[in-house]
């Protein structure tokens, strides 16, 4: 089992900046391939991005990208997300999951994910 907790999240201006982390706990966490995805009400959830069980390797949905980083602390068994230039659209909740490493990469599907954290709620104003 893998635990899974976000955090960072909350209320922003239109070009504002929050950084997200995602703290793990439970079995090895350097052996997992981690992503974010969010859900905004009355849409799926969709992948935003991941990152290797290294860090070596990242993956963005073509709507964040360059705007949106994604990096990991295996030392501290913690993944995060620099969201910069945010725009109303980017509101939803957030969430981290983790995919066994030995899986294809990158893995932009939900499905892949065993584990998956509670939510953290981020709102972007106009």
């Known amino acids: 089992q893998v635990q899974l907790v976000e955090s960072g999240g909350g209320l922003v201006q239109a070009g504002g900046s929050l950084r997200l982390s995602c703290a793990a706990s439970?079995?090895?966490?350097?052996?997992?391939?981690i992503g974010w995805f969010r859900q905004a009400p009355g849409k799926e959830r969709e992948f935003v991005a991941a990152i290797t069980w290294g860090g070596g390797g990242t993956d963005y949905a073509d709507s964040v990208k360059g705007r949106f980083t994604i990096s990991r602390d295996n030392a501290e068994n913690a993944v995060y997300l620099q969201m910069n230039s945010l725009k109303p659209e980017d509101t939803a909740v957030y969430y981290c999951?983790?995919?066994?490493?030995?899986?294809?990469?990158?893995?932009?599907?939900?499905?892949?994910?065993?584990?998956w954290g509670q939510g953290t709620q981020v709102t972007v104003s106009s």
């Open positions: 439970g079995r090895t966490f350097s052996n997992y391939a």
């Open positions: 999951a983790a995919v066994p490493s030995f899986r294809a990469w990158p893995s932009r599907s939900k499905n892949e994910y065993d584990y």
